[in-house]
Structures are given as structure tokens and as C-alpha cells.
């Protein structure tokens, strides 16, 4: 695998994979990376010939009270995880090199709708620096699929939408969430939990579960769905963000009528945000 840091370098190596008639995937990440990203490249791997992921750690998308500063960086492990999983190229940029004119006056990409309410709310600007650098990521590679997580699920609603509207030629591929044993969401936050956190985060998945197989029962009220999982988040020390029941293609809030549902969840514990997700299709059996 090569890792190269400047957008000269990415394009020349890519140029060349594409000149030997190569499908080229991209797989992008801010780094720490876990089983679930390795899932990702291994998922590109499998799909393309040229596998190029990239690690940039983008500050656009934090805010003032978010974990930037200490966001892990683990380069050296990330470098192995990758090739293992069957990555050619890395991209490890810096703020510099993304953002050579500085960040105060950066074209900024801007996707409506899909970003409004969860953690569009909860974090003012994140989708909108998520789409700047995205875009931004895929101009610099073009490539002919990228591959996304499903646990980031308005995350991965607002990049489909973004290729959409902007006419990318590029194949966006949502791959399951990775899970521990436990059900657990594999994320790069779960390093910050301790022992006692570690042990009750399997919660926030048992509920949504829970919801997921009244809501196939026949129970449509939302609401009182909601109450009872949030309840069962209190118990186990969780501070409460967002719980909601959405239609999963445009995520409108879900009404009885609807068929295709993803509940979607965001919640403190500590000082650790968590979200999951539960997408289900009420036409087909669990």
C-alpha cells in the first residue's frame, strides 16, 4: 500500500490505476480505525481492483464543544488494518493541503432536507462540513464507487442525496453496521467509555430491537414506543439526544402508513455521544 499526503500525489496514482483500465473504490474515514472500517475496504476490495481510503480528520464538521483536539490519530495501526483489508492507496492529507486558502472561506456544499433534525440539529454545520469535504474528497479521487457505513445512517442519506443532485457518476454503496458481540455499534467513540459505560451501552441496540418487533406486531404508536425505550436508556445512565422512527428513503418523520422505517438514536453516556440505527421493511419478514 502507498500512502501519499498531497492531492498532486492521489491524482497521479489514481490516474495510473485508471490508465490500466482499473475500477477505482473509495473508502472514507477520519482514522482510529475498528473492524467496521476494515469491513468497508474489504467490501471495496471485493467490488473494484484499486482500493484508495483516505484518513483526514476534518474540522469542519466538529463544533466549538466537540472532540476534535482529541480525536485519536493512530496512523501506524491504521496503516496495517488497511492492508490487511486489501487497500492500495491512502490519502493523509492535512488541514493545509484541504484547505489551502484557509477554512473562514471555504466553498461550503450544503445538502437540505436529509440534514435537517437528528444530528443535524444536535450538531449545527456537521452536514454541512461532512458534504464540503466529502465533495471535496470525491472530486480529488473520482471514483467510480465509494463505501459508506450504515451506523452513520443521515450521514450516509445526506451523501446519496448530495451524488444525486450534483450529477456525480459515482455508485454509493451502504454497507451493514458492524457490531460486538454484544450489539454493541463498533465506533472509534467507544475507546472513550469506561468499564461500568462499556457494560450498559448495549442498551441503546436491545431497544431499538424492542421497538423494531412491536412496530412488526402492529403497534404505531410511535410516541409511547419511544417513552418506553427512553426509559430503558435512563436506567442504564444514558443522558437522551434524539429517539425518532423515520421513513428510511427521505427520512420524513414515519407515519402509520409507512413500510420501509429506520429508528434512529443519539444519547449520552458520560460524556460519550452514541447513535445506532434499526432499518426495517415492515413488506418483509425480520
Known amino acids: 500500500m502507498n500512502t501519499v499526503k498531497s492531492v498532486r500525489e492521489l ?125 471535496k474528497l470525491f472530486n480529488m479521487v473520482q471514483p467510480d464507487l465509494a463505501i459508506f457505513g450504515q451506523k452513520d445512517f443521515q450521514q450516509l442519506a445526506v451523501i446519496r442525496t448530495l451524488v444525486r443532485d450534483l450529477n456525480m457518476p459515482i455508485q454509493i454503496i451502504g454497507e451493514p453496521t458492524v457490531r460486538a458481540e454484544d450489539g454493541l455499534a463498533l465506533s472509534s467513540r467507544n475507546g472513550y467509555l469506561n468499564a461500568e459505560q462499556r457494560e450498559a451501552a448495549p442498551v441503546l441496540y436491545r431497544s431499538l430491537q424492542d421497538m423494531a418487533t412491536a412496530i412488526r406486531a402492529g403497534e404505531r404508536n410511535y410516541s409511547k414506543l419511544v417513552v418506553t425505550a427512553q426509559q430503558q436508556h435512563d436506567a442504564a445512565g444514558f443522558r437522551p439526544d434524539y429517539l425518532e422512527v423515520r421513513e428510511s428513503n427521505n427520512l420524513h418523520p414515519a407515519t402509520a402508513d409507512d413500510q420501509q422505517l429506520v429508528i434512529l438514536v443519539a444519547a449520552y453516556i458520560g460524556n460519550t455521544r452514541l447513535i445506532d440505527n434499526l432499518a426495517f421493511d415492515l413488506n418483509t419478514s425480520a
Open 11 to 135: 491524482r497521479a496514482a489514481v490516474a495510473q490505476a485508471r490508465a490500466e483500465g482499473k475500477q477505482i473504490a473509495f473508502v472514507p474515514t477520519m482514522g482510529n480505525l475498528h473492524a467496521g472500517h476494515a469491513a468497508l475496504v474489504e467490501k471495496a476490495a471485493q467490488r473494484a481492483d484499486f482500493v484508495v481510503a483516505s484518513i483526514f480528520v476534518n474540522p469542519l464538521q466538529f463544533g466549538p464543544s466537540e472532540d476534535l483536539d482529541k480525536y485519536p490519530r493512530t496512523l501506524l495501526a491504521d496503516q496495517e488494518k488497511l492492508v490487511e483489508a486489501g487497500c492500495h492507496l491512502l490519502f493523509t492529507p492535512d488541514v493545509e493541503e484541504m484547505y489551502p486558502h484557509g477554512m473562514e472561506g471555504q466553498t461550503r456544499v450544503s445538502v437540505p432536507g436529509v440534514s435537517e433534525g437528528l444530528c443535524g440539529a444536535s450538531r449545527p454545520g456537521h452536514f454541512e462540513g461532512v458534504a464540503t469535504v466529502v465533495s
